[in-house]
């Protein structure tokens, strides 16, 4: 019986089976506690009201109080637009960046251009947040705000003026995060096959109809990849508003962005059961946007 | 430009290559710039206390006092230390078990294999933001928050690795392989002898990678340190900026926190290639 048994499980699973669960088993236990386990322990804890030690059920309460706080919306449009613009501006930018370097017929200017544009993308978000906060001084000693003196405008309060705090955000990450699209863009531009090129040039068209009908259609891919990866990374946005606005996203709030209100509720107030709430509110974000784009992208190209 | 055709507007293409080189130089200077002004006022004796003016790209009076002022006033040495610990320690878990799996994968071709695979990737869209409650909790009951566990363990979850590492194994040949074990060599033989030296190309990405993202991460160490000894380098300076409030000490602070880019400053000087290479891949195989 005992051996019908070990014969039975030997055929079931052989000894290479055995060898390959051996070897894939820090993965596998890695994604079980450090994924898998905290996505479920999240959602349990979002119909708790819980400090994180002890809690008690509470349905849906969680959810109904972060959708009934103004401060969650408040983060929420923050979020997006901070995101959307840095989005939108990023990928445009790169684009026309890379295919001026493309169009460069020297590999040595080339792979220089290409150096220099992506520096800034190994500099961490801390230092870049610190260094643009001097460059963004808020009188006429600030970097941008002198160059704004020598055309007679008024220094701006880039980082504590509350209608530009924004945009001096979205400015800063242009900067640091311009390059690594850009990188992306010029390996895509090389993919483009010639002979689209070539046709078109016996039809007669110039470079920039090229670029409008041959170039842009063909890297659509790259496009919707950038969209959504840049979507997601913009709704993630956490140290450079929490170093330059504190845990209240000053100035007046205009930096409070999702994951800081995430992080306000679970470490600041321990309430773990809104805040998971609100982690999961944001992820359906991010899920329906993602899908949203997908969908939008699929039904242009049929 | 050899081609016949063009003969006639290759001096009106010179020129338009000329200003297409000005332009991207001026774009390329709006790069640089911050990376200017960092360094002359981290070097500038007349900027300890407050922001020159008007704005200036060369020390009024050079100087290193204020870096020595930079490593006396913020713990920079063992902050430094202690990120490159932590990278150290992650590197190996992570990509030990990236290469380990993505081997088994790709070589044994176990049950389950693919399973496998589908789980770890499907994972790999999942936020951070929205595992690092529960994840901090775990810690906190295993009474591990404040030590470096806390970044070891999750570092077994390099599904981004696996998928890598299994990418270029699919490209080694299995004869390989064969050979060894009809030979009789154990499978841990075969994949440490043979396969990790052939992967050398992809672990030197891998770590590149891997150090960048932790030497400049700042929400878990924020998360889940407390000891200031503890702190790594981001979290020092991001907690002494903090703490002093933005736009003091203008040339302490550019001294520490261009002491803190230096290693990812060398690296990228360095090795410049596996970096750019590895991200034009990674950007269009996703």
Redesign the interface.
């Known amino acids: 019986m005992e051996e019908s048994i070990s014969v039975r499980k030997k055929k079931f699973f052989s000894q290479k089976d055995w060898t390959g669960y051996m070897f894939v088993a820090p993965l596998v236990i890695g994604v079980l506690i450090f994924a898998i386990y905290p996505m479920v322990a999240a959602l349990l804890m979002s119909f708790q009201r819980t400090n994180g030690l002890s809690g008690t059920w509470v349905g849906l309460d969680n959810y109904i109080r972060v959708l009934l706080d103004s401060t969650f919306w408040d983060s929420l449009l923050n979020t997006l637009y901070m995101g959307f613009l840095s989005v939108v501006l990023g990928i445009w930018l790169s684009f026309i960046l890379a295919s001026l370097i493309n169009g460069l017929p020297w590999t040595s200017w080339k792979n220089l251009f290409k150096s220099v544009y992506f520096l800034p993308n190994v500099v961490s978000a801390v230092a870049t947040s610190i260094l643009f906060s001097f460059l963004f001084y808020p009188d006429e000693k600030g970097l941008l705000n002198f160059l704004l003196g020598l055309f007679g405008a008024d220094p701006i309060g880039w980082f504590t003026n509350p209608s530009f705090a924004q945009n001096s955000i979205v400015l800063m990450s242009l900067w640091g995060a311009l390059g690594y699209n850009t990188i992306i863009f010029l390996a895509a531009l090389q993919s483009v096959p010639r002979d689209l090129y070539e046709a078109a040039e016996v039809d007669g068209a110039g470079s920039l109809k090229k670029w409008w009908y041959i170039t842009i259609p063909y890297l659509r891919p790259i496009f919707l990849f950038m969209i959504i990866m840049g979507t997601i990374g913009g709704m993630k946005r956490f140290t450079d508003v929490w170093l330059i606005g504190g845990t209240a996203g000053n100035p007046a709030g205009t930096l409070l962005t999702s994951v800081l209100y995430i992080y306000r509720n679970a470490f600041l107030a321990s309430q773990m059961g809104i805040a998971t709430a609100a982690s999961y509110l944001l992820f359906l974000t991010i899920l329906i946007m993602t899908v949203l784009m997908l969908k939008l992208n699929r039904r242009d190209t049929i | 430009?050899l081609q016949p055709k063009w003969e006639s507007t290759t001096r009106t293409r010179a020129a338009s290559?000329v200003v297409?080189?000005v332009?991207?130089s001026l774009?390329?200077l709006?790069?640089?710039?911050?990376?200017l002004?960092?360094l002359s006022?981290s070097f500038d004796w007349g900027a300890r206390l407050?922001?020159?003016?008007?704005?200036r790209f060369w020390p009024e009076q050079l100087t290193t006092r204020t870096y020595q002022m930079a490593f006396m006033n913020i713990d920079m040495m063992r902050y430094l230390l202690n990120s490159f610990i932590v990278a150290g320690g992650v590197i190996v878990?992570s990509i030990?078990?990236?290469l380990?799996?993505g081997?088994?994968?790709s070589k044994?071709?176990?049950?389950?294999?693919g399973l496998?695979l589908v789980?770890?990737l499907s994972?790999m869209m999942?936020?951070?933001?929205?595992?690092?409650?529960?994840?901090?909790?775990?810690f906190?009951a295993m009474n591990l928050l404040d030590t470096y566990w806390v970044f070891y363990?999750?570092?077994?979850?390099?599904?981004f690795g696996?998928f890598l590492a299994k990418q270029f194994m699919d490209q080694l040949p299995d004869s390989l392989r064969e050979a060894a074990i009809i030979d009789g060599a154990r499978?841990v033989a075969v994949?440490a002898r043979i396969y990790f030296a052939l992967c050398t190309p992809i672990i030197a990405t891998l770590i590149i990678l891997q150090f960048?993202g932790v030497?400049?991460d700042?929400?878990w160490p924020l998360?889940a340190l407390n000891s200031p000894d503890k702190y790594t380098i981001?979290l020092g300076?991001?907690m002494f900026?903090?703490n002093q409030g933005?736009?003091q000490l203008?040339a302490v602070?550019?001294a520490a926190?261009t002491v803190?880019?230096v290693p990812?400053?060398l690296?990228?000087i360095f090795l410049?290639r596996y970096?750019?290479e590895s991200?034009?891949?990674t950007?269009?195989k996703?």
Not at chain 2, 50 to 55: G, H, L
Not at chain 2, 108 to 113: A, E, L, Q, S, Y
Not at chain 2, 126 to 138: A, D
Request: aromatic share 12%; proline share 8%.
């Open positions: 430009m290559h297409l080189i332009l991207l774009g390329a709006v790069m640089v710039i911050p990376f002004w960092m006022t407050t922001v020159p003016f008007p704005p878990v030990l078990s990236a380990l799996s081997y088994a994968l044994i071709r176990f049950k389950g294999g496998v789980l770890a994972t999942i936020p951070f933001e929205m595992t690092m409650i529960p994840q901090y909790l775990l906190d363990l999750p570092a077994m979850n390099y599904a696996t499978e994949f960048l030497w400049n700042l929400l998360l981001q300076l991001a900026t903090y933005l736009n203008p602070i550019m926190t803190s880019l990812v400053l690296i990228y410049q970096i750019v991200i034009a891949l950007g269009i996703q």
